[in-house]
């Protein structure tokens, strides 16, 4: 597997305009939330629900932030990364 993109969000911050934008072509997205993780696919689900799984409280988008292929990984989860190993 390899990264295709990688920001650091304390360098450059993605607003929601940005994080859709990126987003949308996503084949899959999976979300780290806690100790769950959420499958979400941006041609199915619906804008707004995604959008309030990847921003963060400043609505930017969470970090980290890894494309792989057409997949999006966002937000930190231990057995979501674990995977991408």
């Known amino acids: 597997m390899t990264i295709q ?3 650091d969000a304390r360098k450059e911050t993605i607003d929601e305009k940005g994080a859709w934008e990126r987003l949308s072509k996503a ?3 999976f979300i780290g939330r ?3 993780i959420l499958v979400m696919d941006p041609a199915t689900d619906e804008k ?3 959008l309030r799984s990847v921003l ?3 609505r930017t988008l ?3 932030t890894i494309q792989v292929g057409s997949d999006f990984y966002v937000g930190f989860n231990d057995s979501l990364y674990n995977d991408l190993k």
Request: glycine share 12%.
């Open 5 to 7: 993109t990688q920001s």
């Open 56 to 58: 963060g409280r400043s």
């Open 48 to 50: 707004e629900e995604i």
């Open 62 to 64: 969470r970090a980290p």
């Open 34 to 36: 806690g100790k769950k």
């Open 27 to 29: 084949a899959t997205l």
